[in-house]
Every structure is written in structure tokens, then in C-alpha cells.
């Protein structure tokens, strides 16, 4: 159903965002249909918002399926007029520190007094109270104090960063989740509310079994390097030419690999015999077994391990991602055309709708700075006197 109408049409969103994880958030809306205004002051260069030069792989990728409104919200003129699309929008998202909204005076009680409808969406650094609520918080801070760069990277090698920003961006996943879940509470309800998360939240929760190992069983994860915390083999092995991820752990899988790669004598040595001792026995276990994966190409082991069902991967620089056969029948590598830039490739979505899918490029394509003023305003009233005159006054 190429013509279908996709999940969110309809739906009016104001992005207050900067940086990347509000973006996040409200990507994912537009990305579904949502009619995205990203509302950005007038006198606000893109490096300042920490987005990169507005026309640079970053921005575009983020903004993309926006519209683009300048407005000074210090302004009253500027409060106003957001307040008037507040009056009759669906979601709001914002990633201030947590008292610049209540200082702006577009929080959610006072949106909430005008549209009890308003699904009001916000991402923090340390959450929305507490001790640490006023501190502004940023992805690397929020990796060091969820616990990320205690278990990632080579054993004793001292603390390390993920190489995405992976704290933000699980924000700004969890939020638009967030979001549509209250859209579809408010279904039964009729009333909206604020929904909030914050960096430090996300990435605890993208801890996940590392978090629970101390939770339930006060074990302190160390880190692993390329190793898997528990399971052995799994890691990452040498090949004749470069090297690839093996995953068989487990007793099914562990005979499998050892009939790959023809040494029977492993499963037999009671030093490799359960997935306790092997556990135990890790380091002798890899060294033996990378002698044997040095011997022969990448390729080669890929397609044996393959068909004998053992889990296997090439191990790719991102240029390689997007050359696998596999990547490219996905289609995350998503087209958009741009009217200065030409046709581009944005990243797409990860999620797959049967009836209702994505169109086969990017609705909107990443707005330049208040490139929308006039049709925006005009929805609200103001004739194109009034509009240069806010121009004019700097309100947008």
C-alpha cells in the first residue's frame, strides 16, 4: 500500500530540541508521519545547538521530515505565537535543563492550562528533580556515570567511551516510545501528560544484564574487551586475513564449531568440556582457538560456520556496512532529495510497517533556518505585514 498514510499523520509535534538527543526523539515522529515544526532562535547558529554546519552529514540526518520556524521565546510577541500552536498540538519535545522551560514559561502545567491534550515530551541530563536535576548533562558524562565506560574496552585498560553517542540516542528512543504510548493512553483517557527521561536513566537501562549481574547477584562486571562477559567462545577471532566475530557458546552450538573447524580433541579436554570450565579456562581456550582461525580467510570460515548454523561475522569498517548486500537490501541506507545539496542518503529507520510503510524517500528534506516562517504564521492569522514586522523586531 504505497499511498498508505503512515502512523503519525496528523499529528502536529513542536521540537524545542538541540543537540541530539531531543532530535532523536522528534526524528522518530516525522520519520512516522508527524507534521515536525522545530522551533530554533532566530540568532542561533547551528554549531551552537551542537549539531554541526546545517548542511553537514550530522544535521541533515537529524533533522530530516522537520519544519523550520525561527522564534524568540524571550520575546513576548515570540511567546505568544508558540503558544498559539501550543494551543492545538499534539506533542511538545524539549531538552533544556530542567528549569529553563519553567523560565521560558512553556512548561507543562502551563501548556497543560490551554491543551489538556498536550503530550509533552523531555529529555535531561540527570532527570527532572533530585540532587543532581540542575546539572546540564551531555552523552559521555552519562556513560561514565551509568556504568558504560567501566565495562567497555581491554581488561585494565582504564575507563572507555562507546563509539556512538549511545546514551543520547537510547534517550531519545525511549522518549519517542514514551510518547506514543501517553498518544495512545490519551485515546482512552482524552487528557495528555508529561512524559520525561533522561541521559543518565538511558543508559543504566542499556545496561541491561550487565546491570542485573549487580543487582541480583552483587557482581561487579569488569571489562571484557572483545570477549562476551559470560559466554565462551564468543568474541572475536584472527583470520589469514583480518579477523571475524564467532558466537558458540552454549553445548549445541560448541560441538558444531568444533566440526568446522576439525578439532574434535578440544571437546574432549575436560579443561573445554562444559560452558563453566571453558568460562574458567577462557584465555587457554581463545589462544588455542585462534592458532586453528588464523589459518584460514574470512570468508572462507563465514560461509562454513554458515551453513553448519554457527553464528559468524565479518568484522567491517562502516564504508563496508554499506557495501554488504545484506545492508543494502535492508534499505537503512534511505534516499532524500535536498534542493541545494542534490540527492543524499540519510540513515533510515530500523523498524519494518507491512501496511504502512515509510515512502520511498524522506518525506521533508532538512529545512534551512526558519524556511518555513511565513507558511507556519500564516496558519495562525498573520498576513505577510505582520510577518516582516516580527522579522523585523527579531521575534523570528
Not at 156 to 175: E, F, T, W
Not at 367 to 377: A, K, Y
Request: proline residues 7%; charged residues 20%; aromatic residues 6%.
Amino acid at each position: 500500500m504505497p499511498n498508505a498514510k503512515l502512523p503519525l499523520d496528523g499529528l502536529v509535534v513542536l521540537d524545542l530540541t538541540r543537540a541530539r538527543a531531543g532530535p532523536t526523539a522528534a526524528r522518530h515522529l516525522g520519520d512516522w508521519g508527524a507534521d515536525v515544526i522545530k522551533i530554533e532562535a532566530p540568532s542561533e547558529s547551528t554549531t551552537e545547538g551542537l549539531g554541526g554546519a546545517r548542511h553537514g552529514p550530522d544535521f541533515l540526518n537529524l533533522h530530516r521530515n522537520k519544519r523550520s520556524l525561527t522564534l524568540n521565546l524571550k520575546s513576548e510577541d515570540g511567546h505568544k505565537i508558540f503558544m498559539a500552536l501550543a494551543k492545538t498540538a499534539d506533542f511538545i519535545v524539549e531538552n533544556y535543563r530542567a528549569d529553563v522551560k519553567h523560565r521560558l514559561r512553556i512548561d507543562y502545567d502551563t501548556v497543560r492550562e490551554i491543551n489538556p491534550r498536550i503530550i509533552y515530551g523531555s529529555i535531561s541530563g540527570f532527570g527532572q528533580d533530585g540532587p543532581y536535576s540542575a546539572r546540564a548533562g551531555v552523552d559521555q558524562i552519562a556513560q561514565g556515570m551509568g556504568g558504560l565506560m567501566s565495562i567497555t574496552g581491554l581488561p585494565g585498560q582504564g575507563p572507555v567511551r562507546v563509539g556512538i553517542p549511545i546514551a543520547d540516542l537510547s534517550a531519545g528512543n525511549y522518549l519517542a516510545m514514551g510518547m506514543i504510548l501517553a498518544a495512545f493512553e490519551r485515546e482512552r483517557s482524552g487528557e495528555g501528560q508529561w512524559v520525561h527521561t533522561s541521559l543518565l536513566e538511558a543508559q543504566i537501562a542499556m545496561l541491561d544484564f550487565q546491570a542485573a549481574r549487580w543487582l541480583i547477584d552483587k557482581d561487579v562486571p569488569p571489562q571484557a574487551g572483545n570477549n562476551h562477559p559470560t559466554g565462551i567462545p564468543m568474541g572475536v577471532y584472527p583470520t589469514s586475513d583480518g579477523a571475524i566475530n564467532i558466537a558458540a557458546a552454549g553445548q549445541v552450538l560448541w560441538q558444531r564449531f568444533l566440526k568446522v573447524i576439525d578439532a574434535p580433541e578440544l571437546g574432549e579436554d575436560e579443561r573445554f568440556a562444559t560452558a563453566d570450565v571453558r568460562s574458567k579456562n577462557r584465555d587457554e581456550l581463545n589462544a588455542k582457538l585462534s592458532e586453528i582461525t588464523a589459518k584460514r580467510p574470512s570468508a572462507e570460515w563465514i560461509e562454513e560456520m554458515a551453513e553448519a548454523g554457527v553464528p559468524c561475522g565479518p568484522i567491517y569498517s562502516i564504508d563496508q556496512t554499506f557495501s554488504d548486500p545484506q545492508v543494502a537490501h535492508l534499505g537503512i541506507a534511505y534516499p532524500m532529495s535536498h534542493p541545494q545539496l542534490g540527492a543524499l542518503s540519510i540513515v533510515g529507520q530500523a523498524v519494518h510497517l507491512t501496511r504502512t510503510p515509510q515512502p520511498p524517500e524522506a518525506r521533508i528534506p532538512t529545512p534551512e533556518m526558519g524556511e518555513h516562517n511565513d507558511e507556519i504564521l500564516d496558519t495562525l492569522g498573520y498576513d505577510a505585514d505582520a510577518i516582516a514586522d516580527l522579522r523585523a523586531r527579531g521575534v523570528i
